[in-house]
């Protein structure tokens, strides 16, 4: 009998590798959907290829959600079809594909707009689900050797040539999150020729921002963390970096790259974890990079939000923030007309022209992001360096597939 082994969320701190059910091509039991636990011919099994750590996986595992113990983690999916429901008919087994984080249907109002993050069916808590996340639908995490994905007509994207697709892998493993996530923040925020761009984070999502901005022709790309080996990890591709635990004034850092204290476009890829600027660097104040961007964003400017923002916080400062309930300046950007954009990345709307854009040698974002190759064994591991700041992108390779 085909065995199966994923990473799961023990407890605050701690993710162990545990011998899980192998997949079959069934919708997940759910007591609050009449559809939950039927068969899935729409769907696939997938042998995962490569499956990354991502930053929303460590708000979890830091116990900064209300994941349940014994979930199977991983969002972030590349993999090998190698069974197929009788409904699929655009993939052939053997085929290698990317995996969009959203789980989508593509039937409902929402996928037919294109609108993919927030699919009305395949979650009956909430719209929107994905894999091993709390509160997305009880979906398996794809962090193990095995999963199986619905509707993969709809949601998987084939790379073409599969010589090609593994010389770059590294690369193509970042269309099923960050890449794409990255990008729409940039988009959202109105990135464009010759623009100049603010991005709040170096972490993975914040440096895959930065290559977005890039790419969409950004004239001056600044960078603000306050780890220095992440800043440097910036530098290393160009972009300005800023310290913010070293300045007061986010404005007059950034006049003293751009000559002026304010910038075209901004993007938030921190999340609700934030922490203060200068002296309050070391205390945790969730409202910070949303205020700190209404001020530095020029008016009528525009602020792309891919930095996570929950609905339940249990490790939250106090009783607002534990619900999501921040306090924003909102004057101060209905003053300025700024626009703000939030939620989940539509990741089909992007994907298929940042594979081409990857398979062209146009951008490079596992460089950008520093990705390091792990075995499933070694997760643990990556989970508590990435706690650290580590400045990489951890991604695992559960069957020693990748050179």
């Known amino acids: 009998m085909a065995t199966n082994r994923g990473v799961a969320y023990i407890e605050p701190g701690k993710v162990e590798i545990k011998s899980i059910d192998y997949p079959k091509l069934r ?32 708000h979890m595992v830091r ?19 190698i069974e197929k429901g009788n409904d699929v008919e655009m993939l052939e087994v053997g085929d290698l594909v990317t995996v969009p984080f959203n789980i989508a249907c593509g039937r409902c109002r929402n996928c037919r707009e294109g609108k993919t993050g927030i ?7 909430r719209p929107g689900a994905a894999y091993g996340y709390v509160d997305m639908g009880g979906w398996v995490g794809g962090q193990a050797e095995y999963v199986m994905v619905p509707y993969a007509d709809f949601n998987l994207i084939k790379f073409p040539n599969r010589e090609k697709a593994m010389e770059k892998i590294r690369d193509l493993t970042l269309l099923s999150d960050i890449f794409p996530t990255g990008f729409h923040g940039c988009v959202q925020a109105g990135v464009g020729p010759g623009s100049t761009v603010y991005i709040a984070g170096a972490g993975p999502v914040g440096l895959a921002a930065a290559a977005g901005a890039q790419l969409l022709g950004a004239a001056v790309v600044i960078v603000g963390d306050m780890i220095p080996e992440r800043l ?27 000559g002026e204290p304010e910038v075209d476009s901004a993007v938030d890829c921190v ?11 070391v205390v945790e104040r969730p409202a910070t990079v949303l205020n700190s961007l209404q001020e530095i964003a020029r008016a009528g400017g525009s602020i792309g939000i891919p930095g996570l923002y929950v609905t339940g916080d249990p490790g939250g400062v106090d009783a607002a923030a534990k619900i999501g309930a921040l306090s924003i300046r909102f004057g101060l950007g209905w003053a300025k007309s700024c626009s703000f954009h939030t939620g989940q990345c539509p990741v089909l709307r992007y994907n298929r022209q940042l594979m081409r854009a990857i398979l062209h040698d146009r951008v490079h ?14 997760a643990p591991k990556g989970y508590k360096d990435f706690d650290q700041g580590a400045a990489k992108k951890f991604v ?3 069957h020693g597939s990748v050179k």
């Open 271 to 281: 999340g609700f974890e934030a922490r203060g600027h200068g002296a309050d660097a």
């Open 232 to 258: 440097a990890q910036a530098r290393s591709f160009g972009c300005e970096t800023i310290d913010v635990s070293k300045v007061s004034s986010l404005g007059e850092a950034i006049a003293e790259i751009l």
């Open 63 to 81: 116990g900064r959600t209300t994941a349940p113990q014994g979930l199977i983690l991983g969002h972030e999916i590349t993999g090998e079809v």
């Open 396 to 398: 695992i390779d559960p």
């Open 365 to 378: 974002p596992a460089k950008a992001v520093n990705v390091t190759m792990i075995s499933l064994d070694e």
């Open 27 to 58: 919708m997940p039991k759910s007591e609050t959907d009449p559809f939950g636990g039927k068969d899935a011919p729409h769907g696939v099994i997938l042998k995962v290829l490569t499956t990354n750590i991502c930053g929303s996986d460590q």
């Open 119 to 125: 699919c009305l069916t395949v979650n009956p808590a």
